[in-house]
C-alpha cells in the first residue's frame, strides 16, 4: 500500500495549536504539510473542495469516516458528489484487525509511508490500548497528543482489506456458458 495523507486546521488557530502541541504547525502549514482552512473554525465546504479535485485525480473508492464527525461533510460528498462513505466504528471490533494489519504491514516493510512529519509525529503519539480477549486499537484518551492521521490510516487500510483474502468463484471454477 502507498499511503497518501492530508491534514486542515483553522488558520487563524495554528500558532495557538503550535503552543499548545509544541510542534512546527507553521512550518508544517508552509510546507504543505497541512492545509490551512480559512478562518477561527474547520470549513468543511473547503475540505469538501479538496477532497472533490483529489477525487478527480485518484481512484477514490470509498472514504471511511467517524460517525460522530463531519455529518453535513459526509451528506453532501455522497449526496451531491457521488462518493461512497462508510462509517467506520472507533471500538475493538472495527479496528483490532486493522491495527493488527498496518502492525504487520509496517514492521514487514509493506507499506510505504510518506515524508511527512504530521504523519511521524502522530505515529510517535499512538497509545494502543488493549481489551481483556487481547484486541488492539489506537487510543485515543490516553494519548496525550494528536493521532488522527494514525487512526484515519488503521480506518483506510480496514477498509481496503475488505474481502480481500476472499477468492472469486469464477477464480476456483472458471467462468461457466450455457
Given at each position: 500500500f502507498d499511503v497518501l495523507v492530508w491534514y486542515?486546521?483553522?488558520?487563524?488557530?495554528?500558532?495557538?495549536?503550535?503552543?499548545?502541541?509544541?510542534?512546527?504547525?507553521p512550518l508544517w502549514v508552509e510546507q504543505r504539510f497541512i492545509r490551512a482552512t480559512p478562518g477561527n473554525i474547520v470549513d468543511y465546504r473547503f475540505i469538501r473542495r479538496d477532497i472533490q479535485r483529489l477525487t478527480r485525480i485518484l481512484d477514490v473508492r470509498e472514504i471511511a469516516y467517524d460517525r460522530?464527525?463531519?455529518?453535513e461533510l459526509v451528506q453532501d460528498l455522497q449526496d451531491q458528489d457521488?462518493?461512497?462513505?462508510?462509517?467506520?466504528?472507533?471500538?475493538?471490533?472495527?479496528?483490532?484487525?486493522?491495527?493488527?494489519?498496518?502492525?504487520r504491514r509496517v514492521l514487514g516493510g509493506l507499506v510505504a509511508l510518506p515524508d511527512n512529519p504530521v504523519l511521524t509525529w502522530q505515529a510517535s503519539n499512538v497509545v494502543v490500548r488493549m481489551d481483556p480477549a487481547g484486541n488492539i486499537k489506537p487510543d485515543?484518551?490516553?494519548?496525550?497528543?494528536?493521532?488522527?492521521?494514525?487512526?484515519?490510516?488503521?480506518?483506510?487500510?480496514?477498509?481496503?482489506?475488505?474481502?480481500?483474502?476472499?477468492?472469486?468463484?469464477?477464480q476456483e471454477r472458471g467462468i461457466r456458458t450455457l
Open positions: 486542515w486546521h483553522p488558520a487563524d488557530h495554528i500558532e495557538e495549536r503550535a503552543r499548545a502541541d509544541m510542534v512546527a504547525y460522530w464527525s463531519a455529518t457521488g462518493v461512497t462513505m462508510v462509517e467506520f466504528g472507533q471500538g475493538y471490533a472495527s479496528m483490532n484487525a486493522p491495527a493488527c494489519e498496518l502492525e485515543k484518551e490516553k494519548s496525550r497528543k494528536r493521532i488522527d492521521g494514525i487512526v484515519a490510516l488503521v480506518m483506510a487500510l480496514g477498509r481496503a482489506t475488505v474481502g480481500a483474502n476472499e477468492r472469486s468463484v469464477y
